[in-house]
């Protein structure tokens, strides 16, 4: 299955968007695809895997990209932590969300802390196994031969108005030994800028202690 795909692809495949679609079969197709999802994940209770992520600013032109190791532990505990020189820490245990950044010199860096009183915002509560496709997101199937790819990509919006973002790709596996698997995450926010997960060397259902979701702040570590 191909796994590669530009930036560039990505952006006009945003742009397709407003395309109009054959709505009656899309949505029974888009259906299937989106319960193959839901009931591979509903199985899941960890996942652990690398992580390539690429951010694209639309007003300034500007792509930036990052890699890392995400940890999860279903339902709504969620780590990502940002190597390359990074450092850069984003938890939750599912009470709150916690990112945390070092000081390029060394010091304690600075920290900010969130209480998720409605829980993770969807985007992230899918995967985190604190929302569901059926009940939280409208969806429909995109053509994959326009990104390169080889399985189902799968258009995902709200139904609850979401600050934070406007739709979600998933870009789905349609083998037969891992029909259902997320390979990548492509984000868009109401600015039409765009933030785009791929995973790599997924684990699923390892064992995770709980003490994952624990972020012990260093000395001198200031809270912003």
């Not at 209480?115 to 969806?139: E, V």
């Not at 994959?144 to 139904?159: A, F, K, M, N």
């Not at 083998?175 to 699923?204: I, M, P, S, Y």
């Amino acid at each position: 299955m191909t796994r590669t795909i530009t930036l560039g692809a990505l952006t006009a495949l945003v742009i397709a968007l407003a395309a109009p679609s054959a709505r009656a079969q899309e949505a029974s197709s888009a259906a299937r695809v989106a319960a193959s999802v839901q009931a591979f994940y509903d199985q899941t209770t960890t996942v652990r895997t690398s992580f390539h992520q690429t951010h694209y600013d639309r007003i300034y032109q500007r792509t930036t990209r990052s890699r890392g190791v995400l940890t999860i532990a279903r339902p709504g505990k969620m780590r990502f932590d940002y190597l390359a020189g990074s450092g850069k820490v984003v938890v939750t245990d599912g009470r709150a969300l916690t990112v945390y950044e070092p000081d390029e010199d060394g010091g304690g860096g600075q920290y900010a802390r969130r209480d998720l009183d409605d829980g993770l915002p969807s985007a992230l509560g899918f995967l985190a196994g604190t929302a569901r496709l059926d009940r939280d997101f409208t969806f429909r199937l995109r053509d994959p031969s326009s990104v390169g790819w080889d399985g189902h990509v799968l258009e995902l919006r709200p139904r609850r108005a979401e600050p934070a973002y406007r739709r979600v790709l998933l870009f789905v596996d349609d083998d037969a030994a891992t029909a259902g698997v997320v390979r990548k995450v492509l984000v868009q926010d109401h600015e039409g800028n765009l933030n785009l997960f791929e995973f790599r060397r997924t684990r699923f259902n390892a064992p995770v202690a709980d003490d994952r979701f624990v972020l012990e702040m260093p000395v001198g570590a200031r809270r912003i």
